[in-house]
């Protein structure tokens, strides 16, 4: 009769077997990738939140430095002067009761646009001499077709980053009914002009590095000239007809965050 080692027996049961080895193994491969996923949605959304705050404080900034300027535009019974806009990206230029510098004259031309030579929207501003009792400033500060400052720069240069790729704006009128939307591109007074409609597009610098500037020219060239007081909202059809269509632009198009501001003028 064969004797049993009970101590051969009790190491025999401690052991695991192929199938329970196989079970452990798919369970942990299945909490690792519920953890990875997990994590990837955290780090994703985390992404998406960080690019909404910077372009939230991007468009602030401009739409505030704008509306101070709009503020202290100069709108007056006896002053006419003319706005020009041009296709694609506007320049907007305009006169302002505020000194460029500390002693300077308190009346100011001030542009927003590219710099000749620039990838950053800005905010250039320069003094005058003289005054409007001269009766002299009749007419537009002097404006470069294309989008550009003429040259050269003003010294006074403030810039909003290269985030904001896509500047457009139209004209409040009143018209006999009331007010309208004016897209006039060819000239239009001061004294018609009751209100500014201001779109931005903002594209964060990590996508615009991804896609390169072929995709951000691709997605900037999508968002057309402003054809009504609601501009952001062709914008919004277009980068979702970009998405569906793939390319640079539809790679771009997903992260591009549109805003827009409806300034009234002092009167």
């Keep these: 009769m064969r004797s049993i080692n009970p101590f051969s027996l009790r190491l ?41 705050i910077n372009a939230d404080s991007v468009s602030r900034l401009f739409f505030d430095r704008l509306g101070n300027d709009i503020a202290n535009m100069v709108v007056r019974d006896d002053v006419d002067y003319f706005f020009y806009k041009d296709g694609g990206n506007d320049l907007l230029g305009f006169y302002v009761n505020l000194a460029a510098t500390a002693g300077a004259t308190p009346v100011s031309r ?6 000749t030579g620039s990838t950053e929207l800005s905010r250039a501003v320069n003094s005058l001499g003289g005054s409007w009792t001269t ?7 002097t404006l470069s077709s294309g989008g550009s400052f003429p040259l050269p720069v003003p010294a006074d240069l403030q810039s909003f980053g290269k ?72 914008w919004r059809q277009a980068l979702t ?9 539809g790679s771009a198009a997903s992260n591009v965050r549109i805003y827009q501001r409806v300034y009234l003028l002092p009167r």
């Design 12 to 52: 025999r049961q401690v052991g695991f077997t192929l199938i329970e080895l196989l079970v452990a193994m798919s369970v942990l491969f299945g909490v690792t990738l519920l953890v990875t996923s997990l994590i990837s949605n955290v780090t994703t959304t985390t992404k998406l939140s960080t690019e909404t």
């Design 241 to 249: 007809t970009a998405q569906a269509g793939g390319g640079l632009a």
């Design 110 to 115: 001030v542009y927003y646009g590219w710099p």
């Design 163 to 234: 985030e904001i790729i896509r500047f457009e704006y139209g004209f409040l009128t009143q018209g006999p009914g009331g007010l309208r939307f004016d897209a006039n591109n060819t000239g239009i007074g001061i004294n018609d002009i009751r209100g500014i409609v201001v779109a931005i597009a903002v594209l964060d610098e990590d996508v615009q590095a991804f896609v390169g500037t072929a995709g951000v020219d691709a997605v900037a060239g999508i968002l057309g000239d402003a054809t009504s007081a609601d501009i952001v909202g062709p």
């Design 135 to 141: 009766g002299i400033y009749r007419t537009a500060p």
